[in-house]
C-alpha cells in the first residue's frame, strides 16, 4: 500500500517540510496548549479509512479480552479512604487489544506508521523532547476492538500522551469525554468526584470520526469512552512513543494486555534482574 493514498497530504502533508505542513503543526499545538488534546480531522483519506476498516475486521478476531474493575488511578482499593472518595470508585472495564505483530508491514496501519515525516509530524505537534518508538513488538501499533459495553471508564493515563486514529465508531454512544487539566494543580479530588457521579460542567465532549487522528495528554485530564451501544464495534488504532529508546512492556503486563508474552520481555525482565544484583 501506499502511504499517500492512506494519508490526506493536502491537508497535513507530513513528508514535506513547507508552510503547509508548519500550519498543519501549529492548529495542533494550539489545541494541545489549550486543553491538552487536538483532533487533526480527516487525517485519513477514504480509502485510508476504507482500507483500515478492512484491515481491522481481517484481525479483530485475534483481539485479546480481558475484564478488569478499575478506579480512576488504576490503584489498588484503600479501606482507609471515606467509602466516595475517587480512589474508591470503581468500575467495570473491559479490553480487546489486537497484538502489534498481527499487522503486516505492508498492511495500512503499519504503511501509515511508516510513512516518511510521521513520526516526526507526531513529535512536532506534540513538543516533545524524549520522543521514540515503543519497541514492543506486541505494542507498538495495535487496534482497540470494543464491543457493546461500558467502554472505557473513567481514568487518568499513566503515560503523557497517547496518539490514537479513529476507525470505526459504535452505532451509538462512544463519544471521548474529558475534563481538562482537571488535576493539573492537585488532585482535585472534589471537581474529580463530580466527574464521576455526573455533575460536573467541566467536562468535554467530542465525537471522533472515522480517519481523525487524536493527540491527547492524559495524564492530567480525567477522561473516558462512553458506553458502546449496538452491534458494531468500535475500532482504534493507538501508536505509541516512549520516552526512552528500546522500551518494551513487562512479561506481566504483556501477558494481561495482550496474552502472551514474547522472549524479549523475558530476557529485558531478566536483564533488569542482573543489572539490580550489580
Ligand atoms: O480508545 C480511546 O479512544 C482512548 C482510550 C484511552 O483513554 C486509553 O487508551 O488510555
Ligand atoms: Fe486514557
Redesign the pocket.
Known amino acids: 500500500m501506499k502511504y499517500w493514498r492512506l494519508i490526506n497530504l493536502d491537508r497535513y502533508p507530513i513528508d514535506a517540510a513547507g508552510v503547509s505542513r508548519d500550519e498543519a503543526v501549529i492548529a495542533a499545538r494550539k489545541e494541545l496548549a489549550k486543553d491538552g488534546c487536538a483532533v487533526l480531522k480527516g487525517f485519513l483519506s477514504e480509502e485510508g479509512i476504507s482500507a483500515m476498516v478492512a484491515e481491522a475486521e481481517t484481525v479483530a478476531e485475534r483481539a485479546h479480552r480481558s475484564f478488569t474493575r478499575t478506579n480512576p488511578y488504576f490503584t489498588e482499593d484503600d479501606p482507609l479512604l471515606p467509602k466516595d472518595h475517587p480512589k474508591r470508585q470503581f468500575f467495570d472495564r473491559s479490553n480487546a487489544f489486537v497484538p502489534a505483530d498481527n499487522f503486516t508491514a505492508d498492511g495500512p496501519l503499519r504503511t501509515i506508521y511508516n510513512a516518511p515525516g510521521f513520526d516526526w509530524f507526531v513529535r512536532d505537534c506534540l513538543q516533545e523532547e524524549n520522543f521514540h518508538r515503543y519497541a514492543d513488538p506486541l505494542a507498538d501499533v495495535i487496534i482497540?476492538a470494543?464491543e457493546e459495553g461500558p467502554g472505557?471508564p473513567w481514568?487518568f493515563?499513566t503515560n503523557n500522551f497517547?496518539v490514537?486514529i479513529a476507525i470505526q465508531n459504535a452505532e451509538a454512544g462512544g463519544a471521548?469525554e474529558y475534563a481538562p487539566n482537571i488535576r493539573a494543580g492537585d488532585e482535585n479530588f472534589d471537581d474529580v468526584s463530580n466527574v464521576l457521579n455526573g455533575t460536573s460542567d467541566k467536562v468535554k465532549s467530542i465525537n471522533?470520526e472515522p480517519g481523525d487522528l487524536?493527540l491527547f495528554r492524559?495524564r492530567y485530564s480525567l477522561?473516558?469512552?462512553a458506553p458502546l451501544k449496538g452491534k458494531r464495534p468500535r475500532y482504534?488504532a493507538?501508536v505509541s512513543y516512549v520516552e526512552e529508546p528500546g522500551m518494551v512492556a513487562t512479561p506481566e503486563r504483556a501477558r494481561q494486555l495482550y496474552g502472551r508474552a514474547l522472549p524479549i520481555h523475558y530476557e529485558r525482565a531478566g536483564l533488569r534482574a542482573d543489572a539490580l544484583i550489580d
Do not use: E, K
Request: proline letters at 0%.
Open positions: 482497540n470494543a472505557f481514568h493515563d497517547t490514537t471521548f471522533l487524536q492524559g477522561h473516558r469512552v482504534v493507538i
